[in-house]
């Protein structure tokens, strides 16, 4: 079973840019496609954007394309989702989520373990 580890949320200013990170562990990260989901206050939560295991395929929702991009490190074991011109409905915590196939996918359901979210609160 993979073990992940947000990092990387705090309080920014719109138009500010941020990276977030997910450290993993257990598991074979090189076969693992990797997502980001968030979830607003009083909201379900969202895809954000997704990689698969090499890197060769990314999946980005519309509210984010354009100023995120999802990238991968095999030998640190990490995810990054950088995240530029924040706006103030970026605001939620964001969660890192992996799943065995290899694949990316934007369904929540698509992946089977999931960190425990690094806040990001974006102020006008």
């Known amino acids: 079973q993979v073990q992940l580890v947000e990092s990387g949320g705090g309080l920014v200013q719109a138009g500010d840019s941020l990276r977030l990170s997910c450290a993993t562990s257990?598991?074979?990260?090189?076969?693992?496609?990797m997502g980001w989901f968030r979830q607003a206050p009083g909201k379900e939560r969202e895809f954000v954007a997704s990689?698969?295991?090499?890197?060769?395929?990314?999946y980005y929702a519309d509210s984010v394309k354009g100023r995120c991009t999802i990238s991968r490190d095999i030998a640190k074991r990490t995810v990054y989702l950088q995240l530029n011109s924040l706006k103030p409905e970026d605001t939620a915590v964001y969660y890192c989520?992996?799943?065995?196939?290899?694949?990316?996918?934007?369904?929540?359901?698509?992946?089977?373990?999931w960190g425990q979210g690094t806040q990001l609160t974006v102020s006008s």
């Open positions: 989520a992996a799943r065995p196939w290899g694949a990316a996918g934007s369904r929540i359901t698509d992946f089977g373990s």
């Open positions: 257990g598991g074979s990260f090189m076969l693992l496609g």
């Open positions: 990689i698969s295991w090499n890197g060769g395929t990314t």
